[in-house]
């Protein structure tokens, strides 16, 4: 039995406050997706995938994988213009890596 193509992307953004974000964005996006905080990391799961955020030292490193790329780019879309929204005031700008 074959095993289903996973699709990845990576951001990592600049921000003094990542822990901050990380939690607005799981508070925010837990009102209708599944938000799972682990002791290193917050996990938003996503029909087909889910985003992994990683506080890091003046970043907020973040995971994304999916079970199609159409599952990919919608994970990519909603997480990075929730966060760009959230940060909009200190300029955030997320830039998604594949």
Known sequence: ???????????????????????????????????????????????????RLVCGDNALHMYASGSSEEVLDRIEDVVGRHLERFGARAGLVVNWVR
Not at 2 to 14: G, K, P, Q
């Open 1 to 51: 039995m074959a095993e289903a193509a996973v699709f990845t992307s990576r951001a990592d953004v600049a921000t003094d406050a990542p822990a901050r974000y990380a939690k607005q964005l799981g508070s925010h996006l837990g009102r209708r997706l599944t938000v799972v905080n682990e002791d290193s990391a917050t996990r938003i799961l996503f029909d087909g995938g889910e985003c």
